[in-house]
T-cell receptor, first 109, second 112 residues
Framework: EDQVTQSPEALRLQEGESSSLNCSYTVSGLRGLFWYRQDPGKGPEFLFT???AGEEKEKERLKATLTKKESFLHITAPKPEDSATYLCAVNNAGNMLTFGGGTRLMVKP | NAGVTQTPKFRILKIGQSMTLQCTQDMNHNYMYWYRQDPGMGLKLIYY???????DKGEVPNGYNVSRSTTEDFPLRLELAAPSQTSVYFC???????????FGSGTRLTVV
């Protein structure tokens, strides 16, 4: 059974304080690892897909990396508008995702 | 471009009542999904569809039913609502296998 564990559950940062969110996974035959951002009261918004170990993708202050066992979402010099819950998910076959519980990020000005 | 539209946004049901959650997308996506999200539990797949006329069960299908008569619409039916079905329900779509999903804004359902 596929498993996705995200840590920490919650993270408080000061504006400009860089950090990383972790996504550990167990999957039989990874076909893709996905990162989403979710704001309160809204649906998840797609950020990145990583397909193989060593791959990296960037978007503004966010950078996602992938190894054979985990993925990191690095946040560089975060701003208050980066506050949200970040979700990680894996796809092993077909197009069904298994999601982690998320990391709630709070960035204080 | 509306993307994925879900209705209603909020609903309160009494135990034993039934209802249909509506989902429609205007992106001509073949793949559509229903998830439920409980606090701290992540998103759980209820049902999915890979095209009109084709549906299949996900991880937590009990108490729910779906149909897919058109590419655009993927309604979720709750029969005999139970308190355990209190949750936030999200519909999503994807244009191709293994691509990122587009989610709707969700339906918050409370069963009392």
């Amino acid at each position: 059974e596929d498993q996705v564990t995200q840590s920490p559950e919650a993270l408080r940062l000061q504006e400009g304080e860089s950090s990383s969110l972790n996504c550990s996974y167990t999957v039989s035959g990874l076909r893709g690892l996905f990162w989403y951002r979710q704001d309160p009261g809204k649906g998840p918004e797609f950020l990145f897909t990583l397909y193989s170990a060593g791959e990296e993708k960037e978007k503004e202050r966010l950078k996602a990396t992938l190894t054979k066992k985990e993925s990191f979402l690095h946040i560089t010099a975060p701003k208050p508008e980066d506050s949200a819950t970040y979700l990680c998910a894996v796809n092993n076959a077909g197009n069904m995702l298994t999601f982690g519980g998320g990391t709630r990020l709070m960035v204080k000005p | 471009n509306a993307g994925v539209t879900q209705t209603p946004k909020f609903r309160i049901l009494k135990i034993g009542q039934s209802m249909t959650l509506q989902c429609t997308q205007d992106m001509n996506h073949n793949y559509m999904y229903w998830y439920r999200q409980d606090p701290g539990m992540g998103l759980k797949l209820i049902y999915y569809s890979v095209g009109a006329g084709i549906t299949d069960k996900g991880e937590v299908p009990n108490g729910y039913n779906v149909s897919r008569s058109t590419t655009e619409d993927f309604p979720l039916r709750l029969e005999l609502a139970a308190p355990s079905q209190t949750s936030v329900y999200f519909c999503a779509s994807s244009g191709r296998a293994n691509y990122g999903y587009t989610f709707g804004s969700g339906t918050r359902l409370t069963v009392v």
